[in-house]
């Protein structure tokens, strides 16, 4: 704790009994305040003809102070503060500074701020401690600045995301040295904590916040993420935004993108606030930081918060990113020339950054690599280079992966077959709630192929699939409705699926809404309907117009559904 005032230098050992301090000790004997405090000096300095005793010292102090004098009780709350002569003991020390701050000793209050600024004692049931930070902050003690911030929060409330601070207050050039948004926790300087019980976990925890509270950014950074996912301290959004804004002050890029991030999902605020995330990825990007500029590139692709779609702008920043090699940039470099989204497209280039964010182990550049080379786009058809990459994506429970390699074994083209394993993988993505997985394994249930014939399992994994927005999941629901298969009969529910997917486009729920509408089941009938639907699905080439008429005109429009083949996505 730096000090604002100095100690009375040592002048080296003299007799004790000649010189002032013979004067001194006379007067304290007889019960004397300012005599004892100055003998407690001259035996703390070694001067006045007193030897060096800070023993005799703080017995001096204690006794000027009990009379209620000021600077002996300075004193006093020094010794306990250092611990070099009595016992160290924080709050003895912030009891004695108290007493000198309310007997108007100009320097108690500053040293008082900084034991609250700096953790040593509970501040709660001090009503003057607010006044005590301001002074400490006013001296340029920072996280007394902070700690002040973060009482008058808890005071006053949090009801406005604009609570936490905005990112134009934090000017990089002052502070010095978009797909799915995610959280990655780079825990520097946080012990390993896989191993540990809670109470090892607290004590780390415990240590690592001291380290924040006296201001080391990356101590706060790592405090924050701590009270973000519930490590060694109770899982704490709101206590997490003000860690990060605190590190963030400080020109921490990684905080102000997890701010960021925070504020675009609504994590620990009232609602998501894409303007603000906006502000807080711009910070972290006129930083440098990887992920702030990644995410700040998906706002110009998506054209959010305000922006205008800029992909020329989304490319520029995720270069930058991808350059630094974060995998989530460089995996979206290889989207951006695969299409040719804001560059010319170019396979050679979209593919040789895929396989960088792939060779860091990035699940999502993985699978892209494997079906590539299931498919032979834009690289040679290779089953082995396949099967190799969808596995290890599908090793981190990238359900996508997992679906597409049971897809893989279960067409046996580029490998052996293998009915057990495509089964095994299909369930698998399924479980992981992968809606392609779970509509074609409904279908496996339905023709009994490689799974047991279950009508009723089917409805289930249809229905999880189509709650969800899968159109052909919908449309297969729909159907097992219309028909009564595997659950009652229920033309309306039949109606419903087949309306949403026939919304989402999807051609076979076109006719089915529009057969619906022409035999007036589950809705009023409709012929004019009928036909604006029917005419919708042959736009899509789902069937010839010839033939759709021939079975309107058959009498049996119900059979038009089953005219299309399921196409498995």
């Given at each position: 704790?730096?000090?604002?005032?100095?100690?009375?230098?040592?002048?080296?050992?003299r007799?004790?009994?000649?010189?002032?301090h013979?004067?001194?000790?006379?007067l304290?004997?007889?019960?004397?305040?300012d005599?004892?405090?100055?003998?407690?000096?001259?035996?703390?300095?070694?001067?006045?003809?007193a030897r060096?005793?800070?023993?005799?010292?703080v017995?001096?102090?204690?006794?000027?102070?009990?009379?209620?004098?000021?600077?002996?009780?300075?004193?006093?709350?020094?010794?306990?503060?250092?611990?070099?002569?009595v016992?160290?003991?924080?709050?003895e020390?912030?009891r004695w500074?108290?007493?000198?701050?309310k007997?108007?000793?100009?320097?108690a209050?500053?040293?008082?701020?900084?034991?609250?600024?700096?953790?040593?004692?509970?501040?709660?049931?001090?009503?003057?401690?607010?006044?005590?930070?301001?002074?400490?902050?006013?001296?340029g003690?920072?996280?007394?600045?902070?700690l002040?911030?973060?009482?008058?929060e808890e005071?006053?409330g949090?009801?406005?995301?604009?609570?936490?601070?905005?990112?134009?207050?934090?000017?990089?050039?002052?502070?010095?040295?978009?797909?799915?948004?995610?959280?990655?926790?780079?825990?520097?300087?946080?012990?390993?904590?896989?191993?540990?019980?809670?109470?090892?976990?607290?004590?780390?925890?415990?240590?690592?916040?001291?380290?924040?509270?006296?201001?080391?950014?990356?101590?706060?950074?790592?405090?924050?993420?701590?009270?973000?996912?519930?490590i060694?301290?109770p899982?704490?959004?709101?206590?997490?935004?003000?860690?990060?804004?605190?590190?963030a002050?400080?020109?921490h890029?990684?905080?102000?993108?997890?701010?960021?991030?925070?504020?675009?999902h609504?994590?620990?605020?009232?609602?998501?606030?894409?303007?603000?995330a906006?502000?807080?990825?711009?910070?972290?990007?006129?930083k440098?930081?990887?992920?702030?500029?990644?995410?700040?590139?998906?706002?110009?692709?998506?054209?959010?918060?305000?922006l205008?779609?800029?992909?020329?702008?989304?490319?520029?920043?995720?270069?930058?990113?991808?350059?630094?090699d974060?995998?989530?940039?460089?995996?979206?470099?290889?989207?951006?020339?695969?299409?040719?989204?804001?560059?010319?497209?170019?396979?050679?280039?979209?593919?040789?950054?895929?396989?960088?964010?792939a060779?860091?182990?990035h699940?999502?550049?993985?699978?892209?690599?494997?079906?590539?080379?299931?498919?032979?786009?834009?690289?040679?058809?290779?089953g082995?280079?396949?099967?190799?990459?969808?596995?290890r994506?599908?090793?981190?429970?990238?359900?996508?992966?997992?679906?597409?390699?049971?897809?893989?074994?279960?067409?046996?083209?580029?490998?052996?077959?293998?009915?057990?394993?495509?089964?095994?993988?299909?369930?698998?993505?399924?479980?992981?709630?992968?809606?392609?997985?779970?509509?074609?394994?409904?279908?496996?249930?339905?023709?009994?192929?490689?799974?047991?014939?279950?009508?009723?399992?089917?409805?289930?994994?249809?229905?999880?699939?189509?709650?969800?927005?899968?159109?052909?999941?919908?449309?297969?629901?729909?159907?097992?409705?219309?028909?009564?298969?595997?659950?009652?009969?229920?033309?309306?529910?039949?109606?419903e699926?087949?309306?949403?997917?026939?919304?989402?486009?999807?051609?076979?729920?076109?006719?089915?809404?529009?057969?619906?509408?022409?035999?007036?089941?589950?809705?009023?009938?409709?012929?004019?309907?009928?036909?604006?639907?029917?005419e919708?699905?042959?736009?899509?080439g789902?069937?010839?117009?010839?033939?759709?008429?021939?079975?309107?005109?058959?009498?049996?429009?119900g059979?038009?559904?089953?005219?299309?083949?399921?196409?498995?996505?």
């Open positions: 704790m730096a000090r604002k005032r100095k100690k009375p230098k040592k002048r080296g050992k007799s004790h009994r000649s010189g002032p013979a004067r001194m000790l006379f304290a004997k007889k019960g004397n305040p005599a004892q405090c100055r003998l407690g000096e001259m035996y703390l300095a070694g001067e006045g003809g060096h005793d800070p023993e005799r010292a017995h001096w102090f204690r006794a000027a102070a009990e009379q209620g004098h000021a600077n002996a009780q300075v004193y006093l709350g020094d010794a306990y503060y250092d611990g070099d002569v016992v160290q003991d924080s709050e020390a912030a500074y108290r007493a000198a701050a007997a108007g000793h100009q320097d209050p500053l040293y008082l701020g900084m034991l609250y600024g700096d953790l040593e004692v509970d501040m709660d049931d001090d009503p003057d401690a607010e006044r005590y930070l301001e002074i400490a902050a006013a001296s003690h920072a996280t007394a600045g902070f002040l911030g973060a009482l008058r005071r006053d949090v009801s406005d995301p604009d609570d936490f601070g905005d990112p134009a207050d934090f000017d990089p050039a002052v502070v010095g040295d978009m797909d799915d948004l995610s959280y990655p926790y780079p825990l520097d300087d946080v012990p390993e904590f896989g191993d540990t019980d809670a109470e090892e976990a607290g004590e780390i925890a415990e240590k690592l916040l001291r380290e924040a509270w006296r201001g080391d950014a990356n101590a706060q950074f790592n405090a924050a993420i701590l009270y973000h996912i519930g060694g301290v899982r704490d959004r709101k206590e997490a935004i003000r860690w990060f804004r605190a590190a002050r400080q020109g890029g990684t905080a102000m993108n997890h701010l960021g991030v925070m504020h675009y609504g994590d620990g605020l009232p609602a998501p606030d894409p303007e603000k906006l502000g807080w990825f711009t910070a972290a990007a006129e440098d930081n990887a992920a702030g500029l990644h995410h700040l590139a998906g706002m110009y692709h998506k054209g959010e918060a305000g205008a779609r800029d992909h020329e702008k989304a490319a520029q920043l995720n270069r930058r990113s991808a350059d630094q974060y995998a989530d940039a460089q995996f979206a470099m290889g989207r951006t020339y695969e299409r040719g989204e804001g560059v010319d497209k170019d396979p050679a280039e979209a593919v040789r950054w895929y396989r960088k964010a060779e860091q182990g699940a999502g550049a993985q699978c892209e690599l494997g079906l590539l080379h299931m498919q032979g786009e834009l690289v040679e058809q290779d082995a280079e396949a099967e190799k990459w969808l596995t994506s599908s090793d981190q429970d990238h359900p996508h992966a997992t679906y597409v390699l049971s897809l893989l074994y279960d067409e046996g083209e580029l490998v052996p077959r293998d009915e057990e394993r495509a089964v095994e993988f299909l369930l698998q993505a399924a479980e992981d709630e992968w809606p392609p997985a779970q509509n074609r394994l409904g279908l496996l249930h339905l023709e009994g192929k490689g799974v047991e014939q279950d009508p009723e399992a089917a409805v289930e994994w249809f229905r999880m699939a189509a709650e969800v927005g899968l159109p052909h999941a919908q449309h297969n629901l729909a159907k097992l409705y219309f028909a009564g298969v595997g659950i009652g009969q229920d033309y309306e529910k039949a109606a699926w087949y309306r949403l997917a026939a919304e989402s486009g999807f051609a076979p729920s076109q006719l089915g809404i529009g057969m619906m509408h022409m035999l007036g089941r589950g809705v009023k009938r409709d012929e004019s309907e009928a036909m604006r639907w029917f919708l699905a042959v736009e899509q789902a069937i010839d117009m010839e033939e759709l008429l021939a079975e309107v005109e058959s009498g049996e429009p059979r038009i559904p089953h005219l299309v083949a399921h196409e498995l996505p």
